[in-house]
Every structure is written in structure tokens, then in C-alpha cells.
């Protein structure tokens, strides 16, 4: 498996490059797609049946794939099925914001082994927190028992400005150039980094929503908001990887500060973080609600968790307050409706766990501010993979990029 993955791009373009080439298509294919017979990896990789076989029997020998029986035959002899063997290597998906660090494990098989760690490590400029987060990562592969070396890539998702392009963080880490290279060595496992509504529109491409979409967009309403972009089947991320930067679009008249620099970004009024900060002053003013009770006075504790609590108690502060984000967010979603015009938006991110206080006002303000025509041709849907998407879509991610090399 080490030679298997290991970076060959200096390699002459041989023989033997480009079989190892059609092996790791094939553990690909197997990965995001689950077992399968021969001819119906023939037609995805587009290689004879004898080759796919032959590499097949190779994969078996090699401890990576393993021949499940017989499958289903509409005449004629019934075809073998082949899928991956459940430990013959492992994914790393890690979730880093501003709150806390996610860190979850997935076998060859896309399963997570045992449950998400959570660590209270967050993002900052210091490059120290990467340390921090290998030491986590040792704990658990001890834990898990997993050896190291079974451990094929490392995916991180991590908010600010990415130019993927020049794999820089110029949010967090502007001066380290080579991010990923440099996150290789502390790790001492290849990693791969990305913006989290990028890898989360991965993960809904892959295993959730936009699964044989072709045009998707999805909404991260988080502690940020981002957009993650399907264009014709791929993902786009613009001419350095800035595209999705959706939440500073300026749409507040005399609105706050938002931590870009500017004012009355939609960030600022449709986000956990801002859902929070709303809250927070408007119990400092005198609103009567049970978010004051469910903190036990200390308002410094009110998070989006309280408040959607709070809601779910049929609080109106807090409902009026989901209300108000359910208009901004769908009259900013009218801007992508009109520009995109794409098959399904997917709504994901914390904010969305308030599905049934934001979608009625979201699609108000659809209604009030599109053109019909366009916004019928458009489906609107919460995501169903819920806070697993950023590690699940980060380790994924890894193990593409791993396989494509």
C-alpha cells in the first residue's frame, strides 16, 4: 500500500506508473461508490474487463480489495463483486473553526471507526495549533489502534481566505506559503487542505444532496457563511480558489462591522456568530426571554444551541430572531437564484439545525424579491448529513487528491 500511494510524479511515464495509476482509480471508485462488479468498473476506469480483472487480483493479494460474491445477473452468468477490505487503510477528515476542532477516523470502506473527537483547539494565527491537533491525532489512532502507516491522508477544513493556487490560509497564515507542505512534516502524513463550504459541497456531491446533481450550490450558515459551488457536475473554485465568499457580499445598509474589514456583510446578521451576538443585545435591552433562564443569567454562554433550544420552547424572541435571518438569508439567496440559476440549493451549518423557524421566511423573501420563473426552476433543501459533513467531506477530499496523483 506505501508504494501504491506514494507520489510518483518524477517517475518516467512507464508501464508500471500507469498501473498503479488504474489501481488507486480503483480503490477510488470502490471508496466513493461501493462495491461493484468487474464489467462495471471496465466502463467507469474505461479499461478491458481482463485488465480490470488482472488489477483486481493484484488488490486482493495486496490486502486492499476483497471479492464479495456473487451479484445480481439480468441473464447469463452472475457477475463477482468486488469492494475494499474494511482496515486496509484509513482516511482523516478534521474540522478546525473558531470554536473548536472535530477530528474524525474512516476506514477504506467510508465508515467512521468509533465516534467524532472533539477538542476545545481553535483557529487562530498561530501556527502552534497544528501541533496541538498531531497530538490529538496520536491519542486517538492509539486509542482506535490503528497503526500510523494504515493512515493514507490527512483532510482539513479550515475557515478564512484560501488560495488554493498557492496554498496559503491569507486569513490565519498569510506568510506560510506551502501550507500543506508544511502541515506534511508536523503530521508526517500527506495533507490536504481546503475552505469548509468547499469541502462540505464535496461531501454533499459525494454522500448527501447533490449526489448525480450537476448544478448545486451550497449554503454553509455556520459561525461564517460560505458557498460551496457544483458547476456542471465539478467543483468550482475560481481562478484561486477564492470563489463562495458568499458571506461579505455588502447587503445591510448602515449594518456592523463584520470581521472582514467592511460593513453590513450578510455574515453579520444571518450566522451563528451574529444569531448569538443578536440575542445577546437584545436581552441587554430589555427582551423577555427564556434564553436568560436557559444561561442561568450569564449571557456570555448564549450560543446558537441555546437559542434554537430556547425556539423549540416556543420562545418568540428567539423565533423572531430565526425569522428575521430566514428573510436576509433568502433574500440573499435570490442573488444566487438569478445568477446560478441552479437545480438545488442545500442549506447546512448549525444554523440550518433551525430548519422550521428560517424556511418559511426564506422562501417569503424569495417569493417577494425573484423572478418567479427562475426561482420555481430551483428545489431548496437542508442538508441530511448534519455536523459529520466537514470531516466526512474533508477526509473524502484527501482521499481524492491522494488517488488522483
Known amino acids: 500500500m506505501e508504494n501504491l500511494f506514494k507520489n510518483t510524479g518524477n517517475q518516467s511515464q512507464g508501464v508500471e506508473q500507469k498501473k498503479v495509476l488504474h489501481k488507486k482509480q480503483i480503490l477510488r471508485m470502490l471508496y466513493f461508490r461501493g462495491a461493484m462488479s468487474n464489467s462495471e468498473l471496465s466502463k467507469l476506469i474505461k479499461l478491458s474487463t481482463p485488465k480490470i480483472n488482472s488489477l483486481l487480483v493484484e488488490l486482493i493479494e495486496e490486502g486492499l480489495v476483497v471479492e464479495l460474491g456473487r451479484g445480481d445477473s439480468s441473464g447469463g452468468r452472475r457477475p463477482n463483486i468486488y469492494g475494499l477490505v474494511e482496515d486496509g487503510f484509513y482516511v482523516i477528515g478534521i474540522t478546525i473553526n473558531i ?17 467524532p473527537q472533539f477538542s476545545p483547539i481553535k483557529v487562530q494565527p498561530d ?16 486509542n482506535k489502534h490503528i497503526e500510523k502507516s494504515k493512515v493514507l491522508a490527512v483532510g482539513i477544513e479550515l475557515p478564512g481566505l484560501i488560495n488554493q493556487k498557492q496554498d496559503v490560509n491569507k486569513t490565519y497564515f498569510p506568510t506560510i506559503n ?6 506534511k512534516r508536523i503530521f508526517g502524513m500527506p495533507v490536504f487542505i481546503s475552505h469548509d463550504s468547499k469541502l462540505r459541497a464535496f461531501a454533499e456531491q459525494q454522500f448527501g444532496l447533490a449526489k448525480n446533481r450537476k448544478n ?7 459561525w461564517g457563511l460560505g458557498l460551496g459551488i457544483i458547476l456542471n457536475g465539478k467543483l468550482y473554485s475560481g481562478k484561486s480558489g477564492y470563489s463562495g465568499e458568499f458571506g461579505h457580499l455588502p447587503i445591510v445598509d448602515n449594518g456592523v462591522l463584520c470581521s472582514c474589514g467592511k460593513q453590513g456583510c450578510l455574515e453579520t446578521i444571518v450566522s451563528a456568530t451574529a ?16 434564553i436568560k433562564e436557559l444561561v ?12 434554537i433550544e430556547a425556539a423549540n420552547l416556543g420562545d418568540q424572541f428567539a423565533i423572531s430572531i430565526f425569522s428575521d435571518v430566514g428573510y436576509w438569508l433568502g433574500k440573499g439567496i435570490v442573488y444566487l437564484i438569478q445568477i446560478f440559476n441552479p437545480e438545488l440549493i442545500v442549506l447546512g451549518g448549525r444554523v440550518a439545525e433551525a430548519s422550521q423557524f428560517v424556511i418559511a421566511p426564506i422562501q417569503q423573501a424569495i417569493y417577494t424579491f425573484s423572478n418567479r420563473d427562475i426561482s420555481n426552476d430551483t428545489e431548496i433543501e437542508f442538508s441530511v448529513l448534519g455536523q459529520k459533513a466537514g470531516p466526512l467531506g474533508a477526509a473524502a477530499y484527501a482521499l481524492d487528491r491522494i488517488a488522483s496523483k
Open 99 to 115: 470554536n473548536r476542532t472535530i477530528i474524525s477516523v474512516f476506514n477504506s470502506n467510508n465508515k467512521e471507526v468509533g465516534e
Open 127 to 142: 501556527f502552534k495549533i497544528f501541533s496541538q491537533v498531531n497530538e490529538e491525532i496520536e491519542k486517538i489512532l492509539k
Open 178 to 183: 506551502n501550507l500543506s507542505g508544511e502541515l
Open 216 to 222: 448545486v450550490l451550497l449554503l454553509q450558515v455556520d
Open 275 to 290: 444569531i448569538a451576538r443578536i440575542a445577546k443585545q437584545g436581552i441587554q435591552n430589555g427582551k423577555s426571554s427564556l
Open 296 to 307: 442561568h443569567d450569564d449571557l456570555e454562554k448564549i450560543d446558537i444551541s441555546i437559542i
